[in-house]
Each structure stands twice: as C-alpha cells, then as structure tokens.
C-alpha cells in the first residue's frame, strides 16, 4: 500500500522547489520584529495555507486551470511578479516601519503563496496526482506532500532561535539578503514563465 519510489521522487521534487533552507530567511525577514508567540503561529499559518492550496490543486487543479482558462506559463509570471514587488520592500527597507506591517499576515502572502504553494509546487503536485494509477501510488503522493509541509514547519519553526543570536543588526542584512535571493527567484520565475509562453506559441 506504499511506494517508495513515488514518493521519493515528489519529496524531493517539492524539497528542491520548496527550498526549507532558502526559506528561513525570507521567513526571518517578514516577521521580524514580532513577538515569538507570534512568529511561531505565523509559520504554522504559512505551512497550513501552503498544504491547503496544494491540497485543492492536487486534487482539483487542471479544473480549475481550465475553468478560469488560466495557463501555467501565466501563474508563473502572476507569482514571479507578486514575489519581486515583496524582494523590493525587503531591499528598500520598507518592511523595516512596523506600521506597514503590522497588520498584514505575511503568513498567508507571502509566505504561504507563492512562496511556499508557488506555480513549481502546484504544477508537480498536479502532475503526480495525475500519474498516480494506483492506491499505493496516491497514498505515496499524499503522504510525500504531508511530510514535505512537515519538514517546512519545522524549519521555520526552529530558525526562530536565529534571531536570538543575530540580534537587531544581523536581522538587517538578512533581510537585504533575503530581499536579493527572494528578487532573483522572482526574475527566474518569471522568465521561465515567459520561455513558456514563446516555446509553446
């Protein structure tokens, strides 16, 4: 009732796209500033949003795709845009005056989507889902993605104790770090998106 291979091959699909290491400063640099208690329900929010979006894919993402006549190549580009005018506020600093943010979850965007449930993870889950002939094989697929949003909450999570060591300054220069690698996904997202639309015109 399990299959390895399946599932091997989506965790480390969605782990690659994902990126739990890539994430924690981009998580530590939306909610800096915060209360633990806070920045501990925000991760799990983010998670929870991210297995709820790739859930209603995974189940019924091509009707949706088709029903709204939406392509991949677009909800790249849409998500590739969404997440650099985010880097921008991280490089700009504008995230940095809590009265911009404080009451905005960035658990839910974000973090939530496209970070974590971006186009990739959508595109894999709904492909996997899809090539699942059997019951072994879902029950591989489903349990991969489980785990996946497991190990992503616990990253999250535990990169709290970061913040501890870098203090106020070291908080700083991961957020224009954070700011950067977050802008260069952006741009490669979109590009891809774009190298879509023309291979495929």
């Known amino acids: 009732m399990f ?50 979006v790739i859930t209603v894919f995974g189940l019924l993402g091509q009707q949706i795709l088709d029903y709204l006549h939406v392509s991949v190549p677009a909800l790249m580009i849409a998500g590739g845009l969404l997440l650099l005018l985010i880097a921008l506020d991280l490089l700009t600093g504008k995230t940095d005056e809590p009265k911009q943010t404080k009451d905005v979850n960035v658990a839910l965007v974000p973090l939530g989507m496209p970070l974590l449930a971006g186009p990739g993870a959508i595109v894999s889950v709904i492909l996997a889902v899809q090539n699942a002939d059997s019951v072994a094989s879902q029950v591989s697929v489903w349990t991969a993605i489980a785990a996946m949003h497991v190990v992503l909450w616990l990253t999250m999570r535990y990169s709290l104790l970061i913040i501890r060591v870098i203090k106020d300054g070291g908080v700083v220069l991961v957020t224009r770090l954070a700011g950067m690698m977050l802008s260069a996904i952006a741009v490669q997202q979109i590009i891809n998106g774009i190298t879509q639309v023309i291979q495929n015109a």
């Open 3 to 52: 299959d390895v291979a399946v599932f091997g091959s989506l965790f480390l699909t969605l782990f690659v796209i994902m990126d739990p290491p890539g994430i924690t400063p981009i998580f530590l640099a939306l909610t800096s500033g915060r209360a633990a208690k806070v920045q501990r329900r925000m991760a799990w929010q983010a998670v929870a949003v991210a297995f709820g």
